[in-house]
């Protein structure tokens, strides 16, 4: 049996982050309407995954945080009616710290939530305001210090690092603070500046200049070694577990299995084709109110299939195994592109054992723009 995956997007945000592009609404108002919408999508989804045993469910958004206890259960009872979900399926709530309190997290886990991320991105406050985040400093703490006195032993926490008003020492800081909570899962993100956003606005008018190559290159080197040696496996080229702590949600998109994404925005993929909800909260109500799915479909071809599999397995540990290619999409990448390759493992920027594909640490620095150099063109 495949094992398969469901993502939903709750798409409210009490503020925006500058830096976020993802899709959101601080308007609350709707609230209630949305819950309903995504119930009634998850009924008309019921057939998308053929039946397949979910293994994991991932609240994110936005912010799930902000939905009440009507709200999260009624969405779970939509799941458990209309698809086949595993018992000891990890399901997985994104939450904010300034949305973390006992009650909250006493409530979640009552409802079956048995997996945290929370977005601390930052213990410093100055870049806490910075970044416009709706917690301080000191809600980080406090939330931390809960997260620890609660029943949730696996839970995962955010850190960006490529901040340009930010400094190494500032970085070392936020990761000794987080490495003495001992998460068992951690996921950092550089900052991107993003078009579509404050910081993209202030790039384009001279106020924001990114942070340089060698500065972001330097701190993930330097999160990679501390986290290393902190008893973390980098196991994907942003995140990092302790043994057995891995995400089985986000695994499941690098493995390249099915998942289901509900609300607006969310996306989908059924092993060989994709699917993209409309990012319009209003758009999406209207649509699931007239019992229509408000998506599009996306028909992967051979080469789109190759890409992704060679973008999302270049940025793991495991790797890119060539006879999965061979077997699966019928493409020997050894044959095709054993000139780059070789030049690949001159530079040390990657390894090639038991046919599988690795990119050493310094690759993984390149991860994207590797992969990219491999891709076929339609």
Known sequence: MILAGIYIHIPFCKQACFYCDFHFSTNMAIKNDMVESICKEIELQQDYLDGELIESIYFGGGTPSVLTETHLKSILRSLSQYHNVDPNAEITFEANP????????????????????????????NILKWMNRAHNSQEAYQCLELIKESEFYNFSL?????????????????????????????????????????????????????????????????????????????????????NGFQ??????????????????????????NRQFNISNNAKYLKSLKSNEIPAELDVLSKEDRINEYLMTSLRTSEGCNLDYLIKELNYDLLKKAKPQIDQWKNLRLCILEHNTLKLTLKGRLLADKLASDLFLMD
């Open 98 to 125: 300034d949305d973390i309190n006992k009650e909250k997290l006493d409530m979640l886990f009552q409802n079956g939530i048995n997996r945290l991320s929370v977005g601390i991105q930052s213990f410093d406050e």
């Open 247 to 272: 995400s089985k949600h986000n695994s499941s998109y690098w493995q390249q299995k099915p998942y289901l994404g509900i609300g607006p925005s969310a996306h989908s993929y059924d092993g060989k």
């Open 158 to 242: 955010d850190l960006i690092y490529g901040i340009p008003i930010s400094t190494h020492q500032t970085w070392e800081k936020d990761l000794k603070t987080l490495v003495s909570f001992q998460p068992p899962h951690i996921s950092s993100y550089c900052l991107t500046i993003e078009p579509n956003t404050v910081f993209g606005r202030w790039q384009q008018k001279g106020k924001l200049h990114e942070a340089s190559e060698d500065y972001t290159s330097d701190q993930f080197l330097h999160l990679s070694d501390y986290l290393n040696n902190s008893g973390y496996e980098h196991y994907e080229v942003s995140n990092f577990a302790k």
